[in-house]
């Protein structure tokens, strides 16, 4: 049996609906960001897109893109410019927060990265090659996929990055990428190869950093001093751990809180501070803006035979 005609063509309308009324309800809430160049530098120290976070004047963009300046200028859809200035940066997610002169912003409803599965449509909205508006649809090709940042001497991996094959160019990054419900579910940050693009998700790990960004001007980090892998933890112990997987411990960092506590290479750590840790984007998580100066508990499984030790962590130092 031959497909119907008029089917496609109300499967396109519907699609195309879908676009139109996404596309109507965030294009207000994305601008466009020129970074001002210090004094000695001539043009725009870099640019991109930016979301709406709140009506007055708070944005989220990537911090790539404001790396080069602390402020500049924002062009909206309804034809205002208005100065900006940064309110914090965090290269180790690679997520920015701007303040905007004067507010009166439309802001973006934010949804929850979590919920999207692999096939779903999403669009994304930003300003590529200058072009303000710019719309690009597309699907989500894979999802949990990670993408190194690095400030300084650290590096951090950010966890559960959304991959598109919606068109990303120069310029979208800080741009929003939506669902079809306009909800923002990422915000696009880099181009992963020819037609793909990559998207810092909103989450609960992000929001937080957003609003450690709004609060704070910074991201706090507890820092540990370990570094690991993911391995099976001895089956004796699954049961009375209520887990089959660990972080073993393969290196220690001299000197570190890690160091003071005891722990050793090829210690596996199955909790910290009472929550389960299977792997280091656990550990990663848990370190965002979290216990910092003050005791938690380590449970490991060393030797076959289960140890206690407490640690204090300290902070990461900014680069």
């Known amino acids: 049996m031959s497909p119907d005609p008029d ?100 802001p973006a409803t934010l949804g929850d990265a979590g919920a999207l599965h692999v096939g779903q449509v999403v669009v994304a909205i930003g300003n590529p090659l200058g072009l303000a508006g710019s719309v690009t649809a597309g699907v989500v090709s894979a999802l949990g996929r990670s993408l190194p940042a690095r400030s300084g001497d650290h590096v951090r991996v950010i966890d559960d990055v959304i991959q598109t094959d919606a068109a990303l160019n120069p310029g979208n990054s800080g741009g929003a990428l939506a669902d079809s419900a306009g909800r923002v579910v990422g915000i696009n940050t880099a181009l992963a190869g020819a037609g ?58 001299n000197g570190s809180p890690a160091d003071a506590a ?23 998580r848990l370190m965002v803006d979290g216990p910092i100066e003050r005791f938690v508990v380590i449970r490991v499984v060393r030797a076959g035979q289960r140890h206690v030790v407490t640690a204090i962590p300290d902070e990461l130092a900014a680069a």
């Open 7 to 106: 089917d496609d063509g109300a499967l396109l309308d519907a699609y195309s609906r879908t676009l139109i009324r996404v596309a109507a309800a965030l294009a207000p809430s994305v601008a466009a960001v020129q970074v001002a160049a210090g004094r000695g530098r001539h043009g725009p120290a870099g640019s991109g897109s930016a979301v709406a976070l709140s009506a007055d004047g708070l944005l989220v963009t990537s911090a790539h893109v404001v790396a080069g300046g602390e402020g500049g200028r924002l062009d909206l859809a309804d034809g205002r410019r208005l100065r900006f200035t940064v309110r914090g940066r965090d290269p180790l997610s690679d997520l920015a927060v701007l303040v905007a002169e004067h507010g009166d912003l439309e």
């Open 196 to 253: 793909l693009g990559l998207a810092v998700p909103i989450n609960t790990t992000t929001e937080r950093i957003i609003g450690a960004l709004v609060r704070d001007g910074r991201v706090r980090r507890a820092h540990l001093g370990v570094a690991g892998v993911s391995r099976p933890i001895p089956p004796r112990w699954e049961g009375p751990l209520g887990s089959r997987r660990g972080l073993e411990v393969v290196e220690v960092v």
């Open 262 to 284: 005891g722990l050793r290479p090829g210690d596996i750590i199955t909790e910290v501070d009472g929550r389960p840790i299977e792997s280091p984007r656990d550990l990663q």
